[in-house]
Each structure stands twice: as C-alpha cells, then as structure tokens.
C-alpha cells in the first residue's frame, strides 16, 4: 500500500511566523501535490512537483513556497503566515497516472 | 480552465435509500475519478472511468461515465451509516494535475 505521510495532524502557529510542513511518499511516485481544503471550496491546488527540484504553481500559490530536494519528500513553506491561511493542507502523490493518493492532512490554525 | 461542478453540494439520506450524486465538467475528460473522504479523515481513490458510457459497480454503489464524457454520476443504493462523508469527482487538467468538484456532503440519518 502506498504511504504518504504528513509530519503533523495539528499545528497552531502564529502570524508572521515561517512555517513548514512536511510530507513523504515511500513509493517513488514522480508527483506530489500540495492542496489546501476549506469549507465550500474544495480541493485547491497550492504547488506541485513532477520531479526532483522541479516545481509549478498551482491555482493559489501566494504566500507559499515549496520545496522538493529528494523524490521521496514534498515541503511547503508559508514564508509569512496569516490568519488566512488558516485551513486543512493535504499532500498527495502519484506515479504517473491520474490516481492521487493522500496524506492524513494538517490541520494549521494561525492565531 | 476547465471546471468539475458537483450536485448537490449536500445530501441528508434516510438509512436504507437510495440517492445519486452529479458531476458535469465544462470540457470532454479523458477519464474521471471519485474520491470519498470520511469526516475527519482524508480523500480516499474509489474508482476511475475511462470509456464513454462506462458503468462501474463496487457492491452497493454504481459509477456512470457520460456518453459525451463531460458528465457522471455516483449512485448508491440502500444507504448506510458508513456511507457519510464528501464525494468528490476529478477530472484531469493537464500536467498531471487534477481538477477537484466542490464535493457532495452526505449526511446519512439513522
């Protein structure tokens, strides 16, 4: 079975500071995925990444960076937190294909 | 871009009936995915469609993929209280990125 893990359930931060999550995948899948999950809004995609060091934006990348050093690990970076990025950020990774699989997710509260 | 839209966005269903729940997409999908996440928990792959008119079954729920694939549905006979949770479809969008719909929200009452 594929294992995507996220480094943390819940995370209070707060503003301003810079926070990180982590996620690794133990199936050398190609891409990973960074979403973050609101009430009424779905799934949106904040950053993916097809290969090591390669990275693009998703649909809203402001006020996030990621990093990808090795296949198997996927970090996002919120360089400033806000109260608005406040929110559950799930990771997930595939092969290849179109299948996702996902992490636990992150509950990330910013006070 | 190309958008999935699901309806309804929520659901209350009487244990033991049925209830469908919609996917349409504004452009032809080369393939569609369902997820299902359980509250509290996280999405979880339950079936991809590739064909035109496509029809799936996995015991108690039924996957359709539209003639024109711009359109399926999930439907789900005899509810029971471990069908609760969000349905999502998702529909490719390039560069391996999916497009998620908002989700279908069932609440299941005992």
């Known amino acids: 079975d594929v294992k995507v893990t996220q480094s943390s359930r819940y995370l209070v931060k707060r503003t301003g500071e810079k926070v990180f999550l982590e996620c690794v995948q133990d199936?050398?899948?190609?891409?990973m995925f960074w979403y973050r999950q609101d009430p009424g809004l779905g799934l949106r995609l904040i950053y993916f990444?097809?290969?090591?060091?390669?990275?693009e934006k998703g649909d809203i990348p402001e006020g996030y960076s990621v990093s990808r050093e090795k296949k198997e690990r996927f970090s996002l970076i919120l360089e400033s937190a806000s109260t608005n990025q406040t929110s559950m950020y799930l990771c997930?990774?595939?092969?290849?294909?179109?299948?996702?699989?996902f992490g636990d997710g992150t509950r990330l509260s910013i006070l | 871009g190309q958008q999935v839209m699901q309806i309804p966005q929520y659901q209350h269903v009487q244990e033991g009936e049925d209830f469908t729940t919609y996917c349409n997409s504004s452009?032809?999908?080369?393939?569609i995915q369902w997820y299902k996440q359980r509250p509290g928990g996280h999405p979880v792959f339950l079936i991809q469609l590739v064909k035109s008119g496509e029809v799936k079954k996995q015991k108690r729920l039924t996957f359709q993929f539209g003639e024109a694939k711009k359109n399926s549905s999930l439907h789900i006979t005899a509810t029971q209280t471990t069908d609760v949770g969000t349905y999502f479809c998702?529909?490719?969008?390039?560069?391996?990125?999916?497009?998620f719909g908002k989700g279908n929200q069932v609440v299941v009452i005992p």
């Open positions: 990444s097809y290969d090591v060091k390669m990275k």
């Open positions: 199936m050398d899948h190609e891409n």
């Open positions: 997930a990774s595939t092969p290849g294909g179109w299948t996702q699989h």
């Open positions: 998702a529909g490719p969008r390039g560069n391996n990125r999916l497009a």
């Open positions: 452009t032809t999908l080369s393939n």
